[in-house]
Nanobody, 121 residues
Framework: VQLQASGGGLVQPGGSLRLSCAASGSTFRSYWIYWVRQGPGKERELVAGISGGGSTYYTTSVKGRFTLSRDNAKATSYLQMSILQPEDTAVYYC????????????????WGQGTQVTVSS
């Protein structure tokens, strides 16, 4: 499967952005979709994940601020990010994997190209 992430940009603290991850292929529902970010000088961090049936996972730092959803008919996942803070600044990647939920990004099978999110006044 091929993934295309989009929607990044520059936003002020407290603002919102919506990232999209569009996938090719007809088996989108069989994949967990993950959003992983890497900030400047930081390790890769799993932000959120969603199963084909809509079960979600969020890392603690984004709970209550980020919402992950998917539209299987459109083969697209959406990461709605609100109350953004400077520490959310990172390149955000979407990834897909069929082998069940894992918090280890090294095990994700497919990756998109990343989209830059910068939170700054």
């Amino acid at each position: 499967v091929q993934l295309q992430a989009s929607g990044g940009g520059l936003v002020q603290p407290g603002g919102s952005l919506r990232l999209s991850c569009a996938a090719s292929g007809s088996t989108f529902r069989s994949y967990w979709i993950y959003w992983v970010r890497q900030g400047p000088g930081k390790e890769r961090e799993l932000v959120a994940g969603i199963s084909g049936g809509g079960s979600t996972y969020y890392t603690t730092s984004v709970k209550g601020r980020f919402t992950l959803s998917r539209d299987n008919a459109k083969a697209t996942s959406y990461l709605q990010m609100s109350i953004l803070q400077p520490e959310d600044t990172a390149v955000y990647y979407c990834a897909a994997d069929r082998s069940g939920f894992t918090t280890n990004p090294n095990r994700y099978e497919y990756w998109g190209q990343g989209t830059q999110v910068t939170v700054s006044s």
